[in-house]
């Protein structure tokens, strides 16, 4: 079975410095990995996906994610956090395959990222 | 293009009683999943539909149903309600199947008293 571990429950950056929220994963065959970013009261804004290709993904508002084949993860990074990027982020993985043309995205817990002015 | 949409925001219901949620997808999406996060379990998978079809299933208990209609717009229903569904429940499309992104609508808050 698929899984995702965030294993950092709240990470604390101070503003113009560099960020990371750590993901790994577990899943058979080839990963479909996805961060999305959730604001309080807001549902999940998708941030970047890596399906193939580059292990350097970029996607909105200047974050990127590193894929790792050999380690099995997937860290989202950011060259310098700003306040506003406060928020909470989950990792998932595409997974398990229904049988029926369908997948479902099995999630992390999430990360609650501070950034500190 | 409008984003996905979700009615009501919020929602206060007693114990014993049933709900119904609505999700409009994005114009041209045809899969609409439901997801329920709570703080303990946080997010999970409900339930996924595509033209009409229910495909895929999460493991909660048949007190969760839903449908979609023609237009791909879709509602999920919850009956005899129990304190433990007190929860934000996400409703997400992708415009084939879940293979391709999937974009969040913004939500409804349940509450069960």
């Known amino acids: 079975a698929q899984s995702v571990a965030q294993p950092e429950d709240q990470v604390n950056v101070a503003e113009g410095n560099p960020l990371t929220v750590k993901c790994t994963y577990s899943v058979s065959g080839n990963p479909y990995l996805f961060w999305y970013v959730q604001y309080p009261n807001r549902g999940l804004q998708f941030l970047l996906k890596y399906i193939t290709g580059d292990n350097l993904v970029k996607g909105s508002y200047g974050f990127e994610a590193e894929f790792n084949k050999s380690q099995t993860s997937f860290h989202l990074k950011k060259p310098s956090a700003l306040v506003s990027d406060s928020a909470l982020y989950f990792c998932a993985v595409r997974g398990p395959y229904s049988g029926a043309g369908s997948y479902q995205l099995t999630f992390g817990k999430g990360t609650k990222l501070s950034v500190i002015p | ?113």
């Not at chain 2, 009615?7 to 206060?12: E, S």
């Not at chain 2, 045809?30 to 539909?49: D, I």
Request: glycine share 10%; charged share 15%.
């Open chain 2, 1 to 113: 293009k409008a984003g996905v949409t979700q009615t009501p925001r919020y929602l206060i219901k007693t114990r014993g009683q049933q709900v119904t949620l609505s999700c409009s997808p994005i114009s041209g999406h045809r899969s609409v999943s439901w997801y329920q996060q709570t703080p303990g379990q946080g997010l999970q998978f409900l339930f996924e539909y595509f033209s009409e079809t229910q495909r895929n299933k999460g493991n909660f208990p048949g007190r969760f149903s839903g449908r979609q209609f023609s237009n791909s717009r879709s509602e999920m229903n919850v009956s005899t309600l129990e304190l433990g569904d007190s929860a934000l429940y996400l409703c997400a499309s992708s415009p084939l199947d879940l293979a391709d992104t999937q974009y969040f609508g913004p939500g409804t808050r349940l509450t069960v008293l």
